[in-house]
């Protein structure tokens, strides 16, 4: 595996579902494949989970780990070419990129969507330069418009949580203060439609997923009847992706807190487990009961974080 974007990188979900349950089985089983090799992740904006689980992973096999914070400590970046750079941006992608890269082998990237511009956020522009320049396999740990690393670890705890063959999966859009980017839900219904669930996204008219990643996925706009007979409730905000206007794209078009996930919502499920892939907004996403309840998966959600990243690592380091 040269890159992990999507769904696709990964192949035959049964293989990497297989794979991931040996790893966590023994995750230092493949300690060897990483010897006198080095992991650069660079983040270009805040995380906690992707940063610990993704050095954890990259630690179970045997690598040594760069960790950089373009915003804190290394030269403002500019990211656009034909730029006259008389600002405060010191250094170009294009030199940093091969740089960084002359460091390492193999890089992950964090990047984040601006919300501003629908078409610059959908054309990754920074992942791109990263793929085209660097020379090096790339993995996202987020980028603009997709999370591959979350949907994954997703995929893996809803297959040890299952209690039936193919179980309904409701993704649920809630209420949150801030504009959020689409890339957890976008890459949640990439990833849900290749599975073998029952999947139904539910959201306020205007959050219509970008068809790039929930194409054909059930969507019911009458979130109570979505939710009736789910076994696994998946919450998550996310700002207008602008697919049915554009102009609207990363703005919030509805603050109705009907929407949050409380013990009535939950009551008409088939006794479902709740998920999220944190952070969370507390009694804006989730209410505190419903969080806190045995059937909240948030806590091995995010431990499956190390699971996924350590499968994604070792393909990777199995294909240099
Ligand atoms: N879920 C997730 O990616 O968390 P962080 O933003 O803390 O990495």
């Given at each position: 595996m040269?890159?992990?974007l999507h769904a696709a990188d990964l192949g035959n979900f049964e293989t990497a579902l297989a794979e991931a349950a040996a790893v966590k089985n023994d995750r230092y089983q493949f300690?060897?494949?990483?010897?006198?090799?080095?992991?650069?992740?660079?983040?270009?904006?805040?995380?906690?989970?992707?940063?610990?689980s993704t050095q954890k992973a990259a630690r179970n096999l045997g690598l040594d780990?760069?960790?950089?914070?373009?915003?804190?400590?290394?030269?403002?970046?500019?990211t656009e070419r034909g730029v006259i750079m008389d600002g405060d941006k010191s250094e170009h992608l294009l030199e940093a990129i091969p740089v960084m890269a002359s460091y390492c082998d193999l890089i992950g990237v964090r990047t984040f969507a601006g919300l501003t511009d629908r078409e610059a956020d959908y054309s990754e522009?920074?992942?791109?330069?990263?793929?085209?320049?660097?020379?090096?396999?790339?993995?996202?740990?987020?980028?603009?418009?997709?999370?591959?690393?979350?949907?994954?670890?997703?995929?893996?705890?809803?297959?040890?949580?299952r209690e039936k063959r193919r179980p309904k999966v409701v993704l649920t859009w809630a209420?949150?203060?801030?504009?959020?980017?689409?890339?957890?839900?976008?890459s949640f219904a990439e990833w849900m439609r290749a599975a073998e669930v029952d999947f139904v996204i539910t959201h306020p008219e205007g959050y219509e997923l970008d068809p790039l990643f929930a194409d054909n996925a059930h969507v019911e706009?009458?979130?109570?009847?979505?939710?009736?007979?789910?076994?696994?409730?998946?919450?998550?905000?996310?700002?207008?992706?602008g697919v049915t206007n554009s102009e609207d794209y990363g703005k919030i078009l509805s603050r109705d807190m009907s929407?949050?996930?409380?013990?009535?919502?939950?009551?008409?499920?088939?006794?479902?487990?709740?998920?999220?892939?944190?952070?969370?907004?507390?009694?804006?996403?989730?209410?505190?009961n419903v969080i806190e309840s045995p059937r909240s998966l948030v806590i091995p959600e995010a431990a499956n974080?190390?699971?996924?990243?350590t499968v994604v690592l070792k393909r990777i380091l199995e294909s240099i």
């Open positions: 040269k890159t992990f300690e060897h494949l990483g010897r006198h090799k080095t992991a650069l992740l660079i983040f270009f904006n805040n995380s906690l989970r992707t940063r610990l780990v760069i960790v950089l914070d373009v915003n804190q400590g290394a030269w403002k970046l500019e522009n920074i992942l791109t330069q990263f793929i085209k320049y660097s020379g090096k396999p790339i993995f996202s740990m987020e980028s603009a418009t997709a999370h591959p690393l979350q949907a994954f670890a997703d995929l893996i705890t809803i297959e040890e949580y209420p949150h203060p801030r504009a959020l980017p689409q890339a957890v839900p976008n706009h009458d979130q109570m009847k979505a939710l009736e007979g789910a076994d696994f409730v998946y919450a998550k905000n996310w700002s207008c992706p929407w949050t996930v409380d013990e009535n919502h939950m009551a008409v499920t088939n006794n479902a487990y709740f998920m999220h892939c944190l952070p969370v907004r507390r009694n804006m996403i989730v209410s505190d974080r190390e699971i996924s990243a």
